[in-house]
């Protein structure tokens, strides 16, 4: 299963840690008993590829007809390339913010009126920053068909900004299949597990309960 196999990638690289008795904090102020940093991948060329070949096969399956990728800035700019490169496909990006000087491009790129555009990013977990991207594609011209990423964490608040854009959200892989791979290779216990599931279903209170 491509999810599994995905998931023990991030596991090998160490783009995933799981730490139940030591959360990480989010600059949301969030604490959290896992983090996820696909950039990671970066440094692993054997990794690397099978993931973004993955992901090529991934994007094509879940969305059809793709015309250009979008990289979101800046961690989804290596992976909308690498993917680009093995589809045949033409790239942009979007910037967080226009930039201050020059055209004052937010895309940077061509872009086509109407083209079909999937929007690349590393990992999804609000939503937020991923949707105001494609709102960003869509405002340019482009038709976003989709938001695709290697990682989902699953929240709720992610599926509600989904339904309530309209956008088609997408991951390789996701937290369920994270935490089974993690399990199978004792990354994490029985316990741990269940705090971990605990924290998908609500995150502000487990946060809460960690203060």
Not at 184 to 200: A, G, N, P, V, Y
């Amino acid at each position: 299963m491509l999810a599994n196999e995905a998931a023990k990638l991030l596991l090998d690289v160490g783009a995933v840690s799981l730490q139940p008795e030591k959360p990480f904090t989010w600059s949301s102020g969030l604490k959290s008993p896992i983090y996820c940093d696909n950039r990671l991948l970066m440094s692993f060329p054997e990794e690397r590829k099978r993931m973004m070949d993955m992901m090529a096969s991934y994007v094509t399956e879940t969305f059809g007809p793709v015309e250009v990728l979008a990289g979101t800035a800046t961690a989804g700019i290596p992976h909308a390339a690498w993917i680009a490169d093995r589809l045949h496909l033409p790239m942009v990006y979007v910037r967080s913010s226009s930039k201050g000087h020059g055209k004052q491009n937010r895309i940077e790129g061509v872009l086509s009126p109407k083209q079909k555009v999937v929007v690349i990013e590393d990992l999804i977990s609000t939503g937020g920053s991923s949707i105001e991207a494609a709102n960003a594609v869509k405002e340019a011209g482009g038709e976003v068909i989709g938001i695709c990423s290697i990682f989902t964490y699953g929240l709720p608040v992610a599926e509600q900004s989904a339904e309530t854009s309209g956008y088609r959200l997408a991951s390789l892989t996701n937290y369920q299949s994270l935490l089974a791979t993690a399990l199978s290779l004792k990354h994490i216990t029985e316990e741990e597990l269940e705090q971990l599931k605990t924290w998908r279903h609500d995150p502000k209170a487990w946060s809460e309960s960690r203060r």
